[in-house]
């Protein structure tokens, strides 16, 4: 399957921990997002990499948050110190190169817990 | 205001019907995505326009740029079609802003 990864699909956290998500998206996208979902709501958006630079970030990605992209081709994203209101889904999702809104192509997502 | 507003958030239809769903954004766009998400989280992406009207089987998705507006039509409606739909649009500065879903439940 050469379709976008994520690792782990779940995970169960206590309030003060540390978790780290992992993406790798389709080979030879250098476009990579990472967005966060809540039950019923959409999808919003925290961080864009085009490789290994990122190029925007929310405001939606605190102090606390940190994504990264060393050498353009998987990215984690990093939450410490994790809080209740984080609990959440952490979708990645990557695109090839091209113009600005190319099909976009969408992981598993990544769900996390804060008890 | 959100930037991307769909309508309905929910939809009951039985098998057969004919459904749409609208969205209507308020930036400006470089592309607009219609996205399927199944319970458990995975988004396909059903449709990537610009412009105009594309059809994949029963589903037809309409932009029209200057209303800044789009809908998805999904014929002859099956109940594997229950899903949320979300319409996101793609900005020029490449993020993308996505609605809030719509839950479209299919009844046999």
């Known amino acids: 399957d050469t379709g976008v990864s994520q690792d782990p699909r779940h995970k169960i956290t206590k309030r003060g921990q540390n978790v780290t998500f992992r993406c790798d998206p389709i080979?030879?996208?250098?476009?990579l997002y990472w967005y966060r979902q809540t039950l019923g709501q959409g999808p919003e958006f925290l961080t864009y990499?085009?490789?290994?630079?990122?190029?925007?970030k929310s405001r939606l990605l605190s102090d606390r948050f940190s994504a990264e992209r060393p050498k353009g081709s998987f990215s984690t994203l990093e939450i410490q110190r994790t809080e209740q209101g984080d609990s959440a889904m952490y979708l990645c999702?990557?695109?090839?190169?091209?113009?600005?809104?190319?099909?976009?192509?969408f992981g598993e997502g990544s769900w996390l817990t804060v008890v | 205001k959100n930037e991307v507003e769909q309508s309905p958030q929910n939809l009951t239809a039985q098998e057969g019907e004919f459904i749409t769903i609208n969205c209507s954004y308020s930036?400006?766009?470089?592309?607009l995505h219609w996205l399927q998400q199944h319970p458990g989280g995975g988004i396909v992406s059903l449709f990537m326009?610009?412009?105009g009207k594309k059809k994949h089987g029963r589903l037809i998705a309409t932009i029209n740029i200057q209303e800044k507006h789009s809908s998805l039509h999904i014929t002859a409606s099956h109940p594997r079609d229950s899903a949320v739909y979300i319409c996101?649009?793609?900005?020029?500065?490449?993020?993308?802003?996505f609605g809030a879903g719509t839950r479209l439940t299919v009844k046999p």
């Open positions: 990499f085009q490789n290994e630079a990122q190029l925007e």
């Open positions: 326009l610009s412009s």
């Open positions: 080979s030879e996208h250098n476009r």
């Open positions: 996101a649009v793609g900005s020029r500065n490449n993020d993308m802003r």
């Open positions: 999702a990557s695109s090839p190169p091209g113009q600005p809104g190319n099909t976009i192509y």
């Open positions: 930036v400006g766009i470089s592309a």
